[in-house]
């Protein structure tokens, strides 16, 4: 126990002077430690609250403290290469030697503040969330679990330890997702998460082979320096390596075609679609990705596939959630759609602007889930005053909410500007430098796409916001009068998470705009991360141009994308605001195309009966053909013959003396015989 301890406070080997982790393996041991006390803690003290509520938060804020000084105190060197903390060998056989190692650089450190930041804010506000759940204890010691994996992922230093972190997290998105199992859909809902999610990770592991086979190694630092001289610019095993990882990133990260599982992990608790969504897993992917920067900018197939993927996902996306009726599923197609924005970044080669709108994207996206989850709680409470049962989640039993709810009305305001990309709010500066980014690289189809994306966006949730807070209550009379503000411990992290939704993007200004003065926080912080992938990029002819396909600069591209942002949300707002809406019980689903939409585009029925009734009936046929025919069949046959030997064999055992001397006569005779022949 001792020698662990001392494992995870150990300092780093590799590091360049002026910069050594701070507690490094304690960033890991703090939430492993949160869960190990409340998961003993849902069979001990299943009824004391009060030990995961202290537990569960403070075992991430713990973390948080550590990685700001961590980042402080690289703020101070800015090391060109990255610090690398070995706590053990893991597994050493012939040429291969995999450590446990932690990668610090600023990537990482990124990763880390957003991942512990806003995974703080979201165990708080769980406290008033989860209060009357009877599995409070086991939600916390599951939410730790979570944190613990996630920094893995980030933090390791080489593909198998990001792997443990990858599969941790789809592990415990199982558990949280699942959470209320005695619920038949929702714990489908958690297995449909992990059946999709292991198509993508066995792409990320034959990459793996491939990486060893070619490098012999598996470290980051190694991989990447010699990736540029080891591989062929555009040969076979790169583009075949980085669409493997690629495979990987679209299960975790929900793009096409394993989307599909991401909309339903809203059955879990309203605290966890938020922790999904916004900081942790559904990020992985874009994470990978921009971490092997180096070989995707190897390869412009990969590079051409990524971006067109992302690109698809995000427009699809967005028209099904034009129509949905769950707060949590418009927020959850969103979600889907604004990482397709991330993977067409990084796809076309800025690298730093989807990990820019990864950023922003946690802060507004947390925000506007705890907020959904906030009118949820409300609803709940008041439908459970009157005893009823309708749907809390769908907005046609919502309206009028702005009233009684104010806070909840204010902030999630905010997201909605923010997301819609509004200046200055976080969105417009991450999403309009993608925008920009795809139409001064050239391509004109991606920059399209994300101009109508961004269009759509601000039209949903513009809608969800009027369906929500605005017009007519539709709760009902009864039910009206019991609505209530959530309390302190609630409201207060969608404070905060407001005001960073507000200056979020403040870190990365762009020089073309008058209005702020020009902040290159971000992309020097990044930079000698993202570099090496650049510099591949540009030596083979890869330039950025310094205006869009239709003319104007990246000034003008900005004030007409938030003037057209601003203009569809009063759009949206005026035609909708007036309109009379009728309760989920008497209204009648959406027909025509947007019944279309409202069905999401029947892609789970064509998976259902192009992919899930075929491999059932091919089972349910090896079952018959295996269990029924081989295996029963053999059985069957076995126990024919043994009873056949004991029907001959009682012919034999008649209790009769005189029989038995005729047998005895008889095969004296028959021996005799051949005997004498």
């Known amino acids: 126990m001792v020698n662990l301890l001392e494992s995870f406070l150990r300092v780093a080997q590799h590091a360049e002077a002026g910069y050594h982790p701070v507690l490094p393996g304690l960033i890991l041991l703090l939430p492993l430690v949160g869960f190990v006390i409340n998961g003993l803690g849902a069979f001990l ?146 297995k449909k998460a992990f059946i999709v999610n292991r198509i993508g990770d066995f792409g990320f592991l034959v990459a793996m082979f491939l990486i060893f086979t070619h490098f012999g190694t598996l470290n980051f630092t190694e991989v990447f320096a010699a990736a540029p001289e080891t591989l062929v610019f555009g040969g076979g095993v790169v583009t075949l390596t980085t669409l493997l990882l690629f495979l990987g990133a679209t299960g975790k990260s929900a793009q096409i075609p394993l989307y599909v599982w991401l909309p339903d992990a809203m059955a879990g608790p309203t605290p966890v679609s938020a922790l999904i969504h916004a900081a942790t897993m ?72 989807g990990v820019f709108h990864l950023m922003t994207h946690a802060f507004f996206k947390a925000l506007l889930f705890l907020g959904s989850g906030a009118v949820i709680h409300a609803m709940h409470e008041a439908y459970h005053q009157v005893h009823r049962h309708d749907d809390p989640n769908d907005m046609r039993n919502h309206g009028g909410l702005k009233n009684v709810m104010p806070i909840t009305w204010a902030t999630m305001w905010i997201g909605t500007v923010a997301i819609a990309g509004i200046f200055p709010f976080a969105g417009f500066f991450s999403k309009d430098e993608i925008i920009w980014s795809a139409g001064s690289y050239g391509y004109v189809v991606l920059w399209v796409v994300a101009i109508i994306t961004a269009i759509l966006t601000a039209a949903y949730m513009t809608r969800l916001m009027v369906l929500t807070f605005h017009g007519e209550n539709r709760s009902g009379a009864d039910a009206k009068p019991h609505i209530r503000e959530v309390p302190a ?70 004030i007409i994308s938030t003037v057209l942002a601003l203009f569809v949300v009063v759009l949206t707002f005026r035609a909708m605001v007036h309109r009379r809406y009728s309760p989920a019980a008497e209204s009648e689903a959406p027909t025509g195309f947007a019944g279309v939409l ?39 046959a076995l126990a024919s013959g043994t009873r056949m030997v004991g029907w001959v064999g009682s012919l034999f055992q008649t209790g009769r003396v005189a029989g038995y001397m005729f047998w005895f006569v008889t095969g004296v005779v028959l021996i005799l015989a051949l005997l004498l022949l």
């Not at 086991?138 to 933090?155: D, E, G, K, T």
């Not at 205006?547 to 104007?552: C, D």
Request: proline share 5%; net charge negative.
């Open 45 to 190: 003290w299943r009824d004391n609250k009060r030990v995961p509520s202290v537990v569960g938060p403070l075992a991430i804020i713990g973390a948080f403290a550590i990685v700001v000084a961590n980042f402080l105190a690289m703020r101070g060197a800015m090391p060109h290469d990255p610090a690398v903390v070995s706590l053990w060998t893991w597994m050493a056989v012939g040429d291969l030697s995999i450590g446990v190692d932690l990668q610090f650089d600023q990537l990482s450190i990124l990763m880390m503040l957003v991942v512990t930041g806003v995974s703080s804010v979201i165990h708080v506000y769980s406290i008033g969330y989860m209060r009357a759940d009877p599995g409070y204890s086991r939600y916390f010691a599951y939410l730790n679990l979570f944190v613990f994996f996630m920094l893995i992922l980030v933090m390791g230093g080489n593909f198998p330890i990001m792997f443990v972190g990858w599969e941790g997290v789809g592990l415990c998105s199982y558990l949280l997702i699942g959470f209320w199992y005695e619920n038949r859909e929702f714990a489908s809902a958690g």
């Open 282 to 353: 559904v990020t992985a992917g874009v994470y990978m990705v921009a971490r092997s920067g180096v070989l995707f900018a190897m390869s412009p197939v990969s590079q051409a596939i990524v971006a067109a993927v992302g690109a698809g996902t995000a427009l699809l996306a967005a028209t099904i959630a034009t129509q949905q009726y769950d707060i949590k599923k418009v927020l959850a197609y969103s979600t889907v759609s604004q990482l397709g924005y991330m993977f067409l970044a990084v796809g076309i080669g800025a690298f730093t602007a």
């Open 489 to 558: 411990v609630m409201w207060v992290p969608l404070a905060i998470l407001a005001f960073l939704s507000l200056v979020g993007g403040w870190v990365q200004i762009p020089d073309a705009l008058p209005v702020l003065p020009a902040v290159d926080a971000l992309h020097h912080w990044l930079e000698p991360v993202m570099e090496p992938a650049r510099h591949v990029m540009m030596e083979h002819g890869f330039h950025q141009a310094h205006e869009a396909p239709l003319g104007g600069g990246e000034a003008a591209w900005a």
């Open 598 to 636: 409202y069905n999401k585009w029947y892609v789970d029925e064509l998976y259902d009966r192009v992919i899930i009734r075929p491999l059932l009936a091919l089972w349910r046929g090896c079952w018959k053909i295996v269990d029924d025919g081989i295996i029963d069949g053999s059985l069957n």
